[in-house]
């Protein structure tokens, strides 16, 4: 009875596999123009979720721009995401669906972004965010390397939120980054409670060489001419706090704030969860 009953769930999501088949969709990222950083684009789907094709009928195309153009507005008109784009120009946009069910009420990340690094979605020099249409308590979350959108909650702000996470996937607000507080927060702007259309000094154009500025990420174009890469900051801090993730990462020299070296109580990274996790982590996330 249970070799009849996995061959049928086998055969249910190889179905499901086919039927995500469509014309102009693409599972893996593309060539890439260049070997600059780069943010990518995926849209993400739960085993159990309706996929309403928005990577190829220009959804996100649509909202990614929005988004660029909202974080332009916000430097002051002076920088950009730096997008991952096809040899074409076109935005290089993937399509993934995970082989476990979503979960209600909030997603704990480990798991997507385990399945998603274990795909291919893994290269240290980009950063990932995911559009999804499974449910989730949650408008967004991202941490360093993979990020995610939360369609139905997110709704009406989408912009806004995607800015937001991607500040955090960035790496903001530092720990050394003035006023912050829960978490990566800040008490107000984009990183505030109500997504206030303003970045705020504390992160942008700060002024202290001690402490990370969001205008000198490797993210951003044009780029600064002393540019610094989030993920081996927030993975040091991380092996610091939880002695995880395995890999020799390091803050630059050039960062001496006490608070950033000492870190949070929450720091986390999940770049590496493939290979090494163990599946006994994600016991929540059914099959």
């Keep these: 009875m249970k070799k009849i009953l996995l061959t049928l769930l086998l055969t249910f999501f190889s179905f499901s596999l086919l039927a995500d088949?469509?014309?102009?969709?693409?599972?893996?990222?593309q060539p890439d123009v260049n070997d600059d950083y780069q943010i990518h684009f995926i849209y993400f789907l739960a085993k159990n979720t309706k996929d309403k094709e928005r990577d190829i009928n220009g959804w996100i195309e649509k909202q990614v721009k929005k988004t660029d153009d909202l974080f332009?507005?916000?430097?002051?008109?002076?920088?950009?995401?730096?997008?991952?784009?096809?040899?074409?120009?076109?935005?290089?946009?993937?399509?993934?669906?995970?082989?476990?069910?979503?979960?209600?009420?909030?997603?704990?990340?480990?798991?997507?972004?385990?399945?998603l690094q274990k795909?291919?979605?893994?290269?240290?020099?980009?950063?990932?965010?995911?559009?999804?249409?499974?449910?989730?308590?949650?408008?967004g979350q991202m941490g360093p390397h993979h990020g995610y959108i939360f369609i139905g909650k997110a709704s009406g702000q989408i912009d806004k939120i995607s800015v937001h996470?991607?500040?955090?996937?960035?790496?903001?607000?530092?720990?050394?980054?003035?006023?912050?507080?829960?978490?990566?927060?800040?008490?107000?702007g984009?990183?505030?409670?109500?997504?206030?259309?303003?970045?705020?000094?504390?992160?942008?154009n700060h002024g202290d060489p001690t402490c990370p500025d969001l205008k000198d990420s490797v993210y951003l174009t044009p780029t600064s001419d002393n540019p610094f890469d989030p993920l081996p900051i927030a993975c040091a801090l991380s092996q610091k706090v939880r002695g995880y993730p395995p890999g020799n990462f390091e803050i630059p020299a050039r960062?001496?704030?006490?608070?950033?070296?000492?870190?949070?109580?929450?720091?986390?990274?999940?770049?590496?969860?493939?290979?090494?996790?163990?599946?006994?982590?994600?016991?929540?996330?059914?099959?």
């Design 165 to 188: 996470e991607l500040l955090h996937g960035l790496g903001f607000a530092m720990p050394c980054s003035k006023g912050q507080q829960r978490g990566a927060h800040l008490g107000s």
């Design 72 to 115: 332009f507005e916000l430097t002051g008109n002076k920088q950009r995401f730096k997008l991952d784009r096809r040899k074409d120009g076109k935005l290089d946009i993937s399509f993934a669906r995970m082989d476990r069910k979503a979960r209600r009420g909030g997603w704990n990340v480990n798991y997507p972004d385990y399945y």
């Design 255 to 287: 960062y001496t704030h006490k608070k950033l070296l000492k870190g949070r109580k929450n720091e986390w990274c999940t770049f590496g969860v493939y290979p090494n996790a163990k599946l006994e982590w994600f016991k929540k996330w059914k099959e």
């Design 21 to 29: 088949e469509k014309p102009g969709r693409f599972f893996k990222d």
């Design 190 to 204: 984009i990183l505030g409670p109500d997504l206030q259309k303003k970045l705020g000094k504390a992160i942008y």
């Design 119 to 139: 795909i291919g979605f893994n290269n240290p020099k980009k950063l990932y965010l995911s559009f999804t249409d499974a449910s989730s308590g949650d408008g």
